[in-house]
Nanobody, 124 residues
């Protein structure tokens, strides 16, 4: 499975950004796709996730209400819409997928395949 994250950039506080994760190659039944982020000097943290059917999503408590995850099955792409961005949202954002999943895990160790990351920088 290959994942390609895109859509990052430099924005101002309060702006919105739409990140995309294009998925190709062999996928597994009932897998989950998650977005994670890692700021300099900090651990990688879960942002949001969605299962392959699109029927279940999960969000980090700290970001609920500002982010929304969805998938475009026709394009095999997972979208992360981020609104009201803050300087503390500055990080490298990664998408990743599990190899089979009952739900949407939040721990990094459950995700097997990772994209290269896309940088989001929010200026104040």
């Amino acid at each position: 499975v290959q994942l390609q994250a895109s859509g990052g950039g430099l924005v101002q506080a309060g702006d919105s950004l739409r990140l995309s994760c294009a998925i190709s190659g062999r996928t597994f039944t009932n897998y989950a796709v998650g977005w994670f982020r890692q700021a300099p000097g900090k651990e990688r943290e879960f942002v949001a996730g969605i299962i392959s059917s699109g029927r279940s999503t999960r969000y980090a408590d700290s970001l609920k209400g500002r982010v929304a995850i969805s998938r475009d099955n026709a394009k095999n792409t997972v979208i992360l819409q981020m609104n009201s961005l803050k300087p503390e949202d500055t990080a490298l954002y990664y998408c990743a997928s599990t190899r089979g999943s009952v739900g949407v895990p939040t721990m990094v160790t459950y995700y097997f395949d990772w994209g290269q990351g896309t940088l989001v920088t929010v200026s104040s």
